[in-house]
RNA sequence: GCCCCUGUGGUGGAAUGGUAGACACUAGGGACUUAAAAUCCCUUGCCUGAAAAGGCGUGCCGGUUCGAGUCCGGCCGGGGGCACCA
């Protein structure tokens, strides 16, 4: 079973173990559900033509440890992989060659695939998934549908980040200081009519339930900064021209109403051009035409210098009747709150400046009880100013005034979230179309009776150059739709997909009862079902793709259901999920949003998808920059295999540091651990290739006690170091087992055998080969994992170190259990240790037993 | 500006409030060898010292403690996130 080499031959080891999982299917996930199971998850790549990147194999490597140990432990493990292939590099390829993107993703798939099989992953290949594969995505349309028909899924035209270099449009999550994520490119404002899920409606659920997950704290608070909550009240402002009615406020602060010494509207203002008065009207047109002329770029950069104008009107403080001057201005923006503020200068920096800006009066409302009051004064105290609430805490009177504007009908308490619907669709070719045609009102109507359960409670509709259409789902039985061939890739510039110029897939006869469609140059097909329907051309992000792919896994073959009800209970969702820090606010945020859809819709039966998530560190180049083939330091995974073996490069990604940590490759340190493997190599085989003669068949060696108490060390630390994700501290150790192991003149089999087994999750492939040498039967992984004898651990003379006055000054060999008395008596008769106590008073002495012994003098 | 993480030898890093520097890398010395590679052994935080030993050391300044890399306060450097969100 095992090769014949005499030496250790990666080369030949290596492709030798992975072509034996293979044929032997190893890691397939065992179908018997009375056992405990395990799901072992990392971020499916994006197949990109660059091949795999040195940072995929850390984390993957990392998952992969656990999977393996965990089959060990008895678990039925899941431990899947996939692609992700739906994206923008694949479709600007397509563009630049005129081939179609399907055909360049599988070449890149492919080359994925060879590439994590020769890192010897123990992935269950059948049940790989591929977003851009119609019998995947007909699931992702149909989850779709699900959002369509709760109402979570409307069009709307909006001003949109456009990427005119990408000629898409982007979310807000993809959009860092005025860039494209994707490729740095600048965004601008632009009006669209864009397909938007209510993610918000989500905002309290996505905020609470994050108290259920085993994230690390940094990616928690991202979310939350994320989503934004904040507490506070809508205050209805009069409007001293009464005809416009009133103006509604969002404010944190009902507290320092008092305080209010003007209002601000946004630009955008709905009611921005109704309170502008004669006077002011040439101005402030010219200020809103700055503003919508400011790239957000400008918006940020220009954020310390505040502007505005004056639009001539007032509003009547509801508190205290005070006339208060309107200014419209975009530090105030539309998509928050109501879109307009009362400001408080004494106690919001940022109307600080505004007021001082433009001379604005400044009242303040809150003492904070000490001399120094330089406002603004954002923090806790007492009123003053402020009527009859004049003396309250602060935070009884946000309570107090908001109960009394509520119980006068004009104001009531709101919660804001900052997170916004999210947008989804793109303007291009390479996505999941939208499973939606869009019809006139009486045909939608029409389809109403029979169709009603998909839809929505309201209609979604949109209405341009007059018409108004209505959005109609196709059938969920017609599904997949798939992608019509195009003559062109590229998107038209104008904010339409590729998928518009494609006549006969585009503008169509629909049987809204089947699905069915054929062109509408043809004759109408009878029947009443029939009506004339034009698809939606847009397609959805590349997100939509990995918001669900885990649950996919379970039952990638289904095509009745994303997943049995049965696999979807068994292995339910995965136990450890390893990926990449960037995701920390976009797929992760984005999943979660999905999963509980469906598990309101009954489809999965937890709230959460993610229960314990990790992130592996970024690796940096040799020089400290990260890794890029500009400043040519990547790492070439491939290389390494081929110099040293990917059993060695899996062990050093993890020697490197801890998982988590940011560190720079460092080519020498790869020897140091390939140096281990060839030790344990030769430990276990002469360089016949035989059994090494120090190793005792029958177990009958004269193994030294320190071996086989450091074996038990050895099984307690890796065990409970794999466990916690500590893989650098887990090799050290074997390394220090490795290194007793050669000075020890004779070791019994089963040694080297448990030993072997603690290796086998970092270095799979040697620890097969050395296993099989050894005369154990492949795979080593059916071995039940080694476990250490408690007794083997405790020690017969422990080493207390004494100090004096904390400083060392010498070391003690006691027997366990010795009383402070004995160790003190011993520590006075050391030497050493009584040179530093001649002549001094003792104080004091600490014990710790078994560790330390201070002696305190003056 | 706000929030979070982080700072340990020449290098990567280790260390339940209890011997700082495990395990590696690099470097130096030695053994084996005709020679080299490989392998093995020794040294390797800094200072004084021939050695024994002693002093100083975890970004900086203070504090708590018998004892601080670890806990607390302030400052400095590096990284990440958010950024007029009322």
Not at 56 to 70: L, M, N, Q
């Amino acid at each position: 079973m095992a090769t014949n080499s005499t030496d250790y031959d990666f080369l030949q080891i290596e492709p030798h173990w992975q072509s034996f999982w293979d044929t032997q299917k190893t890691f397939r996930a065992g179908t018997d559900t009375s056992k405990p199971k395990f799901y072992a998850l990392d971020m499916f790549p994006y197949p990109s033509g660059a091949g795999l990147h040195i940072g995929h194999p850390e984390g993957y490597t990392g998952s992969d440890i656990i999977s393996r140990a965990k089959r060990s432990q008895g678990f039925n493990v899941l431990h899947p992989i996939g692609w992700d292939a739906f994206g923008l590099p694949a479709e600007q390829h397509a563009v630049k060659t005129g081939t179609h993107p399907a055909s360049n993703t599988q070449n890149n798939i492919a080359n994925f695939r060879r590439q994590l099989k020769s890192l010897g992953f123990a992935y269950d290949w059948e049940r790989e998934v591929d977003t851009t594969d119609p019998k995947y995505f007909k699931w992702t349309q149909w989850i779709f549908l699900q959002l369509f028909k709760r109402g979570l899924a409307y069009v709307d035209e909006r001003p949109v980040w456009w990427c005119p270099e990408l000629r898409t449009v982007l979310a807000n999550e993809e959009v860092t200081d005025g860039k494209s994520e994707v490729g740095g490119f600048p965004v601008e404002r632009r009006n669209l009519r864009q397909w938007v899920l209510r993610i918000t409606a989500y905002a309290d659920r996505l905020l609470a339930d994050l108290k259920d997950v085993d994230w690390p704290d940094s990616t928690k608070r991202m979310q939350e900064a994320w989503i934004g909550r904040s507490e506070g009240a809508e205050l209805l402002f009069k409007l001293e021209n009464a005809a416009l009615g009133d103006l509604k406020v969002f404010t944190t602060r009902p507290d320092t109403v008092y305080g209010v010494t003007y209002m601000v509207v946004a630009p955008e203002h709905p009611l921005a051009d109704a309170l502008t008065t004669a006077a002011q009207r040439e101005q402030v047109a010219n200020y809103k035409k700055k503003a919508a002329a400011k790239s957000d770029l400008e918006r940020t950069d220009l954020a310390k210098e505040k502007s505005g104008v004056f639009s001539g009107s007032y509003a009547l403080n509801p508190a205290n009747g005070a006339r208060v001057p309107i200014w419209i201005a975009d530090y105030v923006v539309m998509g928050y709150g109501t879109g307009a503020i009362m400001a408080v200068p004494a106690h919001d920096d940022r109307d600080y400046d505004f007021a001082k800006q433009f001379d604005l009066p400044i009242i303040q409302v809150i003492d904070s009880g000490k001399p120094d009051q330089t406002l603004p004064f954002l923090a806790d105290g007492k009123l003053i100013n402020s009527g009859p609430h004049t003396g309250l805490d602060w935070n009884d009177a946000k309570k107090q005034i908001t109960a009394y504007f509520a119980s006068k009908g004009i104001g009531k308490a709101t919660i804001n979230y900052k997170l916004r619907d999210w947008l989804f669709s793109r303007q291009r070719y390479w996505g999941e179309p939208f499973p939606i045609v869009w019809v006139n009102e009486a045909d939608y109507n029409r389809a109403v009776a029979s169709r009603k359960a998909d839809l929505p409670p309201q209609p979604v509709k949109y209405t341009s150059e007059g018409k108004t259409l209505f959005a109609l789902p196709l059938p969920a039985v017609s599904l997949p739709l798939t992608l019509p061939d195009v003559q062109s890739y590229l998107p038209s510039g104008n904010g339409e997909s590729p998928l518009a110029n494609v006549t006969p897939w585009l503008e169509i006869w629909l049987n809204f009862e089947t699905g069915a469609a054929v062109p509408a140059t043809e004759a109408k097909p009878v029947g009443e079902s029939w009506i004339r329907a034009r698809r939606e051309t847009n397609t959805m992000p590349q997100w939509a793709g990995s918001c669900w792919y885990y649950l996919r896994y379970l039952d990638p073959k289904n095509d009745q259901a994303i997943a049995s009800p049965e696999l979807l209970k068994y292995w339910g969702v995965p136990d450890l999920y390893v990926g990449g820090a960037e995701h920390a606010v976009l797929h992760l945020l984005y999943a979660r949003f999905w999963h509980k859809v469906l598990f309101d819709e009954g489809v999965v039966p937890q709230a959460e998808p993610f229960k314990k998530l990790f992130h592996q560190g970024i690796i940096l180049g040799e020089d400290g920059e990260k890794m890029s083939k500009s400043r040519g330091n990547t790492v070439n995974p491939d290389d390494i295999i081929a110099s040293h073996g990917t059993d060695t490069l899996r062990l050093y990604l993890m020697f490197l540091g801890p998982l988590e940590a940011m560190k720079p490759w460092n080519p020498n340190g790869i020897e140091g651990v390939h140096r281990f493997l060839q030790k344990v190599w030769r430990e276990c085989l002469s360089r016949e290739g035989a059994i090494n003669p120090k190793i005792s068949v029958d177990n009958s060696a004269a193994e030294p006690a320190e071996l086989t108490k450091l074996l038990h060390e050895t099984i307690k630390k890796v065990t409970e170091d794999i466990d916690a994700l500590r893989f650098n501290t887990s090799i050290s150790q074997m390394m220090i087992f490795s290194n007793a192991l050669q000075k020890a003149p004779a070791v019994k089999r089963t040694t080297v055998l448990a030993f072997l087994q603690l290796l086998a999750p970092f270095a799979p492939h040697v620890a097969e080969e050395l296993w099989a040498r050894l005369g154990e039967k492949p795979s080593i992984l059916d071995a039940a994992w080694p476990k250490y004898d408690p007794a083997q651990l405790i020690a017969t003379e422990l080493k207390v170190v004494v100090q004096v006055n904390g400083k060392h000054r010498g070391e003690l060999m006691v027997a366990p259990g010795i009383t402070q008395d004995a160790a003190f008596a011993l520590a006075q008769a050391d030497a050493k240790v009584a040179a530093h106590l001649v002549g001094k008073e003792i104080k004091r002495v600490i014990y710790v037993p078994g560790r330390i012994l201070n002696i305190v003098v003056v």
